[in-house]
């Protein structure tokens, strides 16, 4: 396969690729959408059931829950905006000077790679640790809350 020759060819090639793009990215965002009411029943569950806060202060956390749970979206997108542009655009700028600073022999090569590679390498293994974290560290948490027996006895209360 040969690579696309003049502008047009490669503006259809964009034209082309973005349903996939669009579809991933509407895919991405459905499996975002489903963590919220998921995480929030189970933060509400979990503290309905924990062993160790008494009943006033269950209350007052069920009061208090749903101002979190409505300004955490609004936070989680603007927070992903922010830190996606800011990474994406001082990632590879550190990398080149990284590459050029550590005396390797090609320095025109390591400029692109290194800065373009490491940063592909560092976002899926943010992608990785915010799954692990949703997938694994939150539910754990929540169940610690919900099955560890109180200190001496004795819940928590205001």
């Not at 090639?13 to 489903?34: D, S, W």
Request: with cysteine; proline share 7%; net charge neutral.
């Amino acid at each position: 396969m040969e690579p696309p020759r003049g502008v047009l060819t490669s503006l259809w090639n964009f034209i082309c690729f973005l349903p996939y793009f669009n579809g991933l990215l509407l895919l991405g965002a459905i499996k975002e959408i489903g963590y919220l009411p998921v995480h929030a029943f189970w933060t509400c569950y979990s503290v309905f059931r924990a062993k160790q806060l008494g009943p006033i202060l269950k209350l007052i956390l069920f009061i208090c829950i749903p101002a979190p749970l409505i300004v955490w979206p609004v936070v989680a997108i603007a927070g992903s905006f922010l830190g996606g542009a800011a990474y994406g655009f001082f990632s590879p700028i550190f990398a080149t000077f990284e590459a050029i600073g550590e005396g390797k022999t090609n320095k025109f090569f390591h400029c692109f790679h290194d800065g373009t590679w490491s940063t592909i390498q560092r976002s899926f293994t943010i992608v990785r640790d915010f799954r692990d974290c949703c997938f694994y560290s939150y539910f754990s948490i929540m169940d610690d809350l919900r099955l560890q027996e109180p200190p001496e006895r004795k819940y928590y209360e205001i």
